[in-house]
């Protein structure tokens, strides 16, 4: 039969044909002591050695495989440690925070950063103090917030404190019926309406 005839110059090919290899010289002779067949089978050498390999013939590739037990020679314990730790591939494993609580330092010590710039600082006595809200007071509230004796800064918490106390001080209970303490008492009372009123402490 003619060869058939490239349309080019010469044959294009995407894969090129495997190169002839003598058969004799593929021979592997089987790791079995005493057998003289060949070993084309790879076979894992012992549950100890999962990383070496033997070459087996084919009767003795498959009397390895079926005599094959990973879990010979374990208990019951070490057999269910073995299935606890496939799940996470016999890796080790750590409660979920607790790793960095016991971390070292390889280099002795505790952990430090050289933070020059100040990125990273988070001590409470050095870090920035939060602003107060920046809010717009009408007369009334400045001169409500004078009465109680307040900065025009003052927070809910403190206007309610500074109130609390105001009447507790002013009140004729308290101050053994002095009457005088009266009209301050009014005051106090009125200046704090004006806030109520005015939502500075909802």
Same mark, same amino acid.
């Not at 020059?116 to 939060?130: K, L, R, Y």
């Given at each position: 039969?003619?060869?058939?005839?490239?349309?080019?110059? =010469?044959?294009?090919?995407?894969?090129?044909?495997?190169?002839?290899?003598?058969?004799?010289?593929?021979?592997?002779?089987?790791d079995h002591p005493g057998?003289?067949?060949e070993g084309a089978f790879k076979v894992t050498r012992s549950r100890d050695r999962l990383g070496e390999y033997i070459w087996l013939c084919l009767d003795h590739a498959r009397a390895h495989n079926e005599s094959w037990?990973?879990?010979?020679?374990?208990d019951e314990n070490a057999i269910e440690a073995f299935r606890?730790?496939?799940l996470t591939g016999h890796r080790p494993t750590w409660p979920l925070g607790k790793r960095a609580a016991r971390m070292q330092n390889p280099f002795g010590?505790?952990?430090?950063?050289?933070?020059?710039?100040?990125?990273?600082?988070?001590?409470?006595?050095?870090?920035?103090?939060? =602003?107060?809200?920046?809010?717009?007071?009408?007369?009334?509230?400045?001169?409500?917030?004078?009465q109680l004796q307040l900065a025009h800064t003052a927070t809910l918490l403190e206007i309610k404190a500074r109130y609390k106390e105001l009447v507790k001080r002013?009140?004729?209970?308290?101050?053994?019926?002095? =009457?005088?303490?009266?009209? =301050?008492?009014?005051?106090?009372?009125?200046?704090?309406?004006?806030?109520?009123?005015?939502?500075?402490?909802?």
């Open positions: 039969m003619p060869q058939a005839k490239p349309r080019f110059k =010469r044959d294009i090919r995407i894969k090129p044909d495997a190169p002839k290899v003598d058969p004799s010289t593929r021979l592997r002779p089987c057998c003289e067949g037990d990973f879990f010979a020679g374990m606890n730790d496939a010590g505790g952990f430090s950063v050289d933070d020059g710039h100040g990125h990273f600082e988070n001590d409470a006595e050095t870090a920035p103090q939060p =602003r107060r809200p920046e809010r717009t007071l009408t007369r009334l509230q400045m001169q409500a917030l004078d002013f009140h004729p209970d308290a101050n053994g019926g002095d =009457r005088g303490a009266e009209e =301050r008492l009014k005051q106090v009372i009125k200046a704090y309406g004006v806030l109520r009123a005015t939502r500075l402490t909802s």
